[in-house]
């Protein structure tokens, strides 16, 4: 999961929807520099495109990246299934439940 953030190499995808939300992703092209903290790290600068949710810094987005990672986490299928109902709440509502 990319949490609405996604960095392939340039000229792999023409469109990319975020896989939280499914909304169409703000797309920049021909981007020279690290793809992550460990290519930072190392001083790895390749050409990319970054892909990045338009709704990725709201509330209701984070909120909803949170909970996917808790019902990744879980061995529990009825709480799977509960993180699921209030996931798809919030996507509906476009706002946190908190």
């Excluded at 600068?45 to 949170?66: A, G, I, M, N």
Aim: proline share 4%; net charge negative; hydrophobic share 30%.
């Amino acid at each position: 999961m990319s949490d609405g953030y996604f960095t392939p190499d340039t000229g792999e995808v023409d469109i990319w929807n975020c896989d939280l939300c499914g909304t169409p992703a703000n797309a920049t092209r021909n981007v020279i520099g690290p793809r992550g903290f460990a290519a930072a790290m190392a001083k790895q600068y390749v050409s990319h495109d970054v892909f990045e949710c338009p709704h990725r810094k709201e509330d209701w987005h984070q909120q909803v990246s949170e909970l996917k990672r808790e019902q990744r986490k879980t061995k529990s299928l009825q709480v799977r299934t509960t993180l699921q109902t209030e996931i798809d709440l919030i996507l509906e509502a476009r706002e946190t439940t908190l």
